[in-house]
């Protein structure tokens, strides 16, 4: 069983995930407050994968608030569309996001230490990082709470430590 909770009351529902394949998207409606969310399902390889950090996305005009994991390797960063080969996708109408706009690369240094990468896809847009644009060759060290735009977007990254 699978629990999660509606991004604007924060009342909790639980379903069954093992129900649906992997990568599907399912529609909820929250039955307090009647909001309309989405949630899409992981591939089963990465449910054995621990979850390192996250980034907060923050809610605007374009969507809700939403959580997306981080885990060891490349996690792309982009547009959800049907097809996209973004692995951790927002669910957004905001069309100043790229499908693919930006990866965190986790990965842990030679002494062992937790190491989360920002760098731009490239995109269209551009990839800002504490309100700075990213060149294309830039790879930046992410810290706990600092802040990245895409498009209209603002997320925060919250690093698990370990």
Not at 65 to 78: H, S
């Given at each position: ?147 990245i735009n895409i498009g209209g977007t603002t997320m925060i990254v919250n690093i698990?430590?370990?």
């Amino acid at each position: 069983m699978k629990r999660l909770s509606c991004p604007r009351c924060g009342h909790y529902l639980t379903f069954n995930e093992k129900d649906y394949p992997p990568d599907r998207v399912l529609v909820f409606v929250c039955p307090v407050c009647q909001k309309q969310f989405k949630v899409k399902l992981g591939s089963p390889t990465e449910a054995q994968q621990p979850v390192l950090g996250k980034l907060v996305v923050l809610e605007n005009a374009f969507h809700e608030r939403q959580e997306l994991p981080l885990m060891m390797g490349e996690n792309v960063i982009g547009r959800y569309v049907k097809g996209t080969s973004a692995n951790r996708p927002i669910m957004t109408s905001d069309p100043s996001i790229d499908t693919t706009h930006c990866i965190v690369t986790v990965k842990r240094n030679k002494k062992g230490k937790l190491q989360f990468i920002l760098r731009d896809a490239p995109s269209l847009t551009g990839t800002f990082y504490q309100g700075d644009i990213l060149r294309d060759q830039d790879r930046i060290f992410l810290d706990n709470e600092a802040v990245i735009n895409i498009g209209g977007t603002t997320m925060i990254v919250n690093i698990i430590e370990h």
